[in-house]
């Protein structure tokens, strides 16, 4: 019963055969290999665009170059109170960017909107340079509350970012997800609604370590490989993530390796929201289900086998409260989740 | 009628004195010159203890420099929602630092307190090296609302940020107003109050450009000289910072011009208080009067001469609310105000 | 006949094996794993010690982090001429240090020697903080002109570097290269000779993507977490690092690959040396070889297959003179090297 | 006998009496003054083009802001070996750039020549970005030996430089000394020899703290505003740095006392050069004297009161030795010097 997260779930099939098959003989690396440039024309044809790709090992990587190619050091990149480069990447984007400013403006709210860039706008102080000036709204798909934006959504962010001259990154570490879920086009809810950059991540979703970052707009890409090799992130023997990548685009298996992990979260959600005593706190739109449950049961549930992450209670949706015997959790769901662990967890849930 | 800012006021007369007097001659520079030893002195006396000092010639230099010797790039520094380091500085904080992060833990309340301090802690991610982790609290005294910290105020704030294992940071651009406004001795609201590092401002109360930065701690202070250089803030011909230093020191004429500046204040809050339609947000407790009046008022006062700021919104205390037609003004006395300026702007106010 | 570089060549068996061993189930990550807990102890076995092992991506990564953990940024980096963190890591060491300098103080001697840190040390200004300090030696074992220092060699450096308070880092990339040369202990030529931080490389020597940082003195590693975290370099399915590292120290299964690879390169430079009009211009004591030899000749190898590299003429030996119609070429041997390969390359010069 | 250097002279005349007058009443900050305006058109005057203009208070943060200005985190500034930039400014260029390298490329010549540049063109790495490529020539005027670069010199490097895609910055801290020197327009050893940016230094010249970097392409001057700020170097009380700088360059008053030190030096130079047993390393251009002179000979001119600094043998020029009782060192005048302190100087070499 792994619950833990999707990156502890390992490389899917496809993926790990793919690089074994890609072992073979000598190969030219740092990114000249055909198998990177397979890749990059996977991801034009998979989003319809001629797009710049780039690859990296790590998100935290992949979303902290990409920053640093769209803010100054003494701009500001705006994001939601639970972003992911704002809480769990110890200050990489002030590293890679060389101190540019992270500043949460959604409050609780699930997600990013228009009226939360407004609100900040309209308190900004102006009076630069003592002032320092937004740049960038990062967005992040899905949401670090497993919610999903909407090709709509992200359009009406997008326009409002623009209107005050921001660039739109999307932290896409499971926007796998978030396509399967909305069973959309890649580039609906990219380029089309408006994002300047996309890192895509391929680890959380049956890739060994793995991640792609696209430029829609090309001209935005000219100092990344700069930034990436003296960041230590350009890897020598490139057919590696090239190959990883390949396979996991090829014939749409990354949206089939979502899809499953979705299904599963929506299957756990259902299960755990018909028993008493339990609270799903945010929608299980994608592979994240969040639960208020009693202590007792979390402890029942790990005595078991399973394995979760209790989560910060700062991530509660507004007006949601957590009782003192109460526990706040995260169950994640991936590629590799099983119907029978779904069945024994609810199981053990039920029977608490 | 200026009541733009301190900064707009020169030199008082002892300092400019001192420096046309520090002119002859040649003199060792780069702080070793007899005046900065003599300001050095004066500092330990006036502070009762055997400090490390060192001069900057600007607030910001003062600031980050410090915070750079208290936080590492990948830690966390807390401050006030107001803090001139965080709204006013560029994010030169995080570029001496080399990526810190500055988060505001106060909201709109008038001063930080100790509850504001645990809060935070108590939602803060402890996952290191995933999640970042606090380790300076910054203080600015006065506040940057005009209010004055108590000693037991500052104590209970460090004791506070001790419990955590923060460093004590204070951001005394107008220390002097504090010290004057309190009538207590400097060490009261520094050392003994749990104050590692003091920034003193002398430039806003007289000086032409000169700031020292106070380690009552030794250790701390040890990369100091590194930084400073590398950051070209080590004058040259220091000799003429030290000797405004040391004039401004000198029989506590640094306190005598403060004690001017705070008295107008209270004056000019007194006078404007009675007015009807005007209201003053936060209690003039040293040389900074906050104001709420018409914005036909506003016009009017500028257009016969007076100078002062549009003050943010998100300045406001909690709960009050500006109507369409008025505005939010803060008045800064200074070493230099007149009583003919108090008395002409305050004539124009209530005849208005 | 790939003699390119020995990152051309992919994994070795065992390590490719272990990998997808190792793909089985869910596994924690972040280095929380078993597999680097494996390779963690075998590092201790290998090298006799109870070292601090980190694990990362690339060299760069491993080279950067490591030396932010030895300079300040302030600080000076002393190194060989024709040094890899020096030359082909893209101010890396800069960013990863916040700005420390590297400076080569060998001239195009092939090795460092303890006069050539005596030479810089007599001319150094010290006038601190004015002139920056030098605080760490940097050595590549095997150099990058292909030599091995010998474990009376390193410790010479090591003594010299102590004596002016210097720290010894030691790159190295091709470590398993040195090791099987001398046919020593890993320790005789890392801490027992004075080294305090070694990065030892898996990656040109057998692994996909795998280095290991090892701090000998426990206490310089302190920040090194932080500093991961926040370049990215923390791989979250760390399983995959650890056991490419564990499969591949097992058994001193990379030291019988390091063995493979130099034998190639005795036989090649032997081969090589033979041949009139061509000659070797730095003895080929591990895996590399570094030739003159006429374009033409050159051109004919490449026509019928072969990779290498033209190597920059900045790294001839002192005294040593291309003429116009030559060129200078590094050829690398790899664990993947057959013997075909190399009489093909063989038999082709010879007839030219 | 003060030749220590010519910061250890104070302010000049006029220049102490401009910052007393400018002293009465209040005045806007932040460059927003009358005598900061005043000072931009002096110097676009001075300079007959259309400049851009910012003050700072040192001259590394001049230099080490101009520079950040033109090289990218991953390129190379290049420079003379001797130059202030590399030797004396604690890796400032790097902090301020976030990281760009610099490389000298001079040897032990006297001046930086086209040929130093087409050598190190010749055999620099060119495999971006692992090679890291060269953006920035910087000139240093006068050199750090005391030599004058003329007009035909600087546009023929200006011209070599600008033939790789190089920009030019001139570290002019004794600029005003080689106009002098030359009898020259400003313009002709500037923007008119190709010169992008120059740092114009006047406190070695007679001004408290007071530098000022001209853009003369505007594109170019982008960032500054931003960079000064975050670093700490825009003074709120600016009328005091422009009111030094307007005073400076009224009526070349800037002018007339950079000729006077320059007298002075070749006063000096003329009676030394005289006294057997002394040698003058580099001819007396401008301000500065170089000396090699007998160890006994300079402690009994420091017995009787005379200033200086012993320099870096690394300065002497290319064959000369020094014998083991001599001792090389630098005698600087300034506007300052006395006639009597000169004559005084020669009669004890002259006895010794």
Redesign the interface.
């Known amino acids: 019963m ?1 619950f ?2 999707d ?5 899917s099939q496809r993926v ?1 055969d793919a ?2 098959t ?9 990114g000249s290999d055909p198998w990177s440039e397979r890749a990059t024309e996977l991801l034009r044809k998979s989003f319809q665009c001629d797009l710049e790709a780039f690859f ?7 979303n ?2 990409s920053l640093a190619c769209l803010a ?4 500001i990149i705006l994001c939601h109170q639970h972003a992911h480069i704002l ?6 984007p ?3 960017t ?5 500043i949460s403006i959604s409050g609780r709210d699930g997600k990013l909107e228009p009226r939360h860039l407004a609100e900040y706008w309209k ?1 900004a ?1 102006k009076e ?5 000036r937004a740049s960038v709204l990062s967005v992040t798909q899905i949401s670090e509350d497993g919610l999903v934006y909407t090709p709509q959504e992200i359009s009406a962010l997008s326009s409002a970012a623009r209107q005050h001259g921001l660039k739109v990154h999307m932290d896409g570490a499971r926007f796998a997800n978030a396509v399967a879920a909305l069973n959309c086009a890649p580039a609906d809810i990219s380029w089309k609604a408006g994002v300047d950059v996309l890192c895509l991540g391929a ?2 979703n049956g890739a ?2 793995a991640e792609a970052v696209l430029f829609f707009d090309k001209q935005l890409a000219e ?1 990344f ?13 490139s ?2 993530v090239g190959a990883q990548l390949a396979a996991w685009l090829q014939d749409d298996y990354w949206l089939q390796l979502a899809a499953h992990a979705n299904g599963c979260a929506r299957k756990l959600a259902k299960e755990l929201a018909a028993i008493p005593g339990i609270r799903i706190t945010w929608p299980a739109e994608a592979n994240e289900v969040f639960v208020v449950l009693r202590k007792q049961l979390a402890h029942k549930l790990r005595a078991a086998g399973a ?1 979760f992450y209790e989560w ?3 991530g509660l949706p507004p007006g949601a409260i957590l009782a003192d015997d109460e526990a706040y959790i995260r169950l994640v769901t991936s590629f ?1 989740t099983k119907d029978s662990e779904i069945e024994k967890f609810s199981a053990i849930a039920r029977d608490a």
């Open positions: 792994n833990g997260s990156n502890q779930a390992g490389a790990i690089v074994v890609a072992n073979a003989g000598n190969a030219h690396g740092y990296v090992p790590t998100g935290t990587a992949a902290s170059l100054q050091p003494w701009e809480n769990d990447e110890a200050t990489a002030e590293f890679f060389g101190g540019a400013r992270l308190f102080g630069y340079p003592h002032n320092s680890t959380k060994l370590a100092q490989i700069f930034r990436r090799k003296r960041s230590g992130h350009l890897i020598s023997k057919r590696f394995e910060p209670i700062s590799l």
